[in-house]
């Protein structure tokens, strides 16, 4: 994408609106509902062996189980969540549904920096900071946070700059893992 004088080259965003599609939900959702089927079978077959009539250690883990596994659950399906990014704001998506959107006047800042992705190599990570925290929300901070795709990662780099010149959003890179946060105008500086 140009950028002269604050001014953005519409013509390189064709569509104001980018789905980045994440492969594997419906494999992640086929686990998600199979792992805690297995863990809800484990905590009634404790309770039922035990004959409940006290709460032994064993309730106890099998109940910790299906919570642990239960997170992961949704911890991955927030993961492969596909990534929308339109006029109205970032939204997440998983099967067809929107579970969880952020409109533009209400992003207070953008960060983008390096995170680990769990298997040792380093990705490049943007967290997006509301003013007014939602209700629900997985972080406290309430911020919404997407890796950097390798496919599409020019296209979510364009669009987001669009929206942030257009907003008018604060912008913070951090250029090595380990490094200070850099006030920066457009995530291409």
Known sequence: M??????????????????FEVKGQALAFLWF????????LVVLNIAFYEK?????????????????????GVVNMAYTS????????????????KWRILKWD????IRRLFTSNGFGKIQRTYNVF????????????????????????????????????QYN???EVRETPYGEFIA????NE
């Open 52 to 72: 409940q009539t006290q709460f032994t250690i064993n309730s106890f883990l099998g109940i910790m189980l299906f919570i642990v596994l239960y997170g992961m």
């Open 184 to 187: 920066v105008k457009t995530l």
């Open 169 to 171: 959003i604060p912008v």
């Open 106 to 109: 209400n992003v207070k800042n």
């Open 33 to 40: 509902i199979c792992i805690n089927y297995f863990s809800f």
């Open 82 to 97: 596909d990534l929308i990014i339109d006029s109205i704001g970032i939204s997440r998506r998983y099967l067809g549904y």
């Open 130 to 165: 509301p003013t007014k925290k939602p209700l629900i929300r997985f972080l406290a901070s309430g911020k919404m946070t997407f890796p950097e795709e390798a496919k599409d990662a020019h296209k979510l780099t364009e669009l987001l700059n669009f929206y942030i010149l």
């Open 2 to 19: 140009t950028i002269k004088n604050n001014a953005v080259d519409k013509s390189v965003i064709e569509s104001k609106s980018y789905i």
